[in-house]
Nanobody
């Protein structure tokens, strides 16, 4: 059974940084592509970043240059390093896994989801 568990969220001031982690289990981690998504209250879920099996990445324009997605296959863990955080980055952040679609931040392409970790950025 696929399980994704996020951690690392918290409250920071604008300009600060956080690193989110997503521990994966129950499947062959290296064979799946992964992504980070976020959802703010009253808004639709938004794709943030994606990484494929070879380590290629893609980002939403809103986070490009500030966020970095990476993964450690040996630890079955996905990361999202977030720098220069802004109040508009406040949201619940989710990691997700997809078997057949890589380098996409379209949520409909992802099969498995974590429960989320809250990030709050104050001005």
């Amino acid at each position: 059974q696929v399980q994704l568990v996020e951690s690392g969220g918290g409250s920071v001031q604008a300009g600060g940084a956080l690193r989110l982690s997503c521990a994966a289990s129950g499947y062959t981690y290296s064979s799946y592509c992964m992504g980070w998504f976020r959802q703010a209250p009253g808004k639709e879920r938004e794709g943030v970043a994606s990484i494929d099996n070879d380590g290629s990445t893609m980002y939403a324009n809103s986070v490009k240059g500030r966020f970095t997605i990476s993964k450690d296959n040996a630890k079955n863990t996905l990361y999202l390093k977030m720098n220069s955080l802004k109040p508009e980055d406040t949201a619940m952040y989710y990691c997700a896994a997809t078997r057949f679609f890589c380098l996409t931040i379209s949520s409909s392409r992802y099969n498995y989801w974590g429960q989320g970790t809250q990030v709050t950025v104050s001005s």
